[in-house]
């Protein structure tokens, strides 16, 4: 069970951490870049990113760590490595769905050996005296 559970963990771990998060490609040209035809430009719609040189869609934001526009940004993840967004949150989520699902079956496993041995010197203390 741990096994499978921390298998499972590790594979999670390594899709969320090695899948394109959503990145938006820069505009390597210098002109200024036209807002996209027939979309709001502004608040809760396309924003200019200075650093990309890109129009980016709604819910979108610029990564400081990864120095890249995101697609639907959640936050950047120091121990992945990794920006969390649109493309590997399942990922993400099941990576720390089964790293907390293997800590609570660890967790669990030593408080029951930690109630049995107890039992047993309970028990052998009884038996002596």
Do not use: Q
Not at 68 to 87: K, M, Q, S, T, Y
Not at 93 to 118: D, K, P, Q
């Amino acid at each position: 069970t741990i096994a499978f559970l921390w298998l499972a963990a590790m594979l999670f771990l390594w899709l969320a951490s090695t899948k394109d998060p959503g990145i938006i490609p820069r505009n390597l040209s210098s002109a200024l870049p036209l807002p996209p035809e027939g979309e709001k430009v502004g608040l809760h719609g396309f924003k200019y990113c200075e650093t990309c040189n890109i129009f980016r869609p709604p819910r979108s934001k610029h990564c400081n760590t990864c120095d890249n526009c995101v697609v639907e940004f959640d936050h950047h993840c120091p121990w992945l490595g990794n920006c969390i967004a649109v493309r590997n949150f399942k990922h993400f989520v099941g990576f720390v769905t089964f790293a907390t699902l293997s800590t609570v079956f660890i967790s669990g496993v030593c408080v029951w050996l930690l109630v049995l041995e107890t039992k047993r010197i309970a028990s052998e203390a009884n038996t002596n005296a």
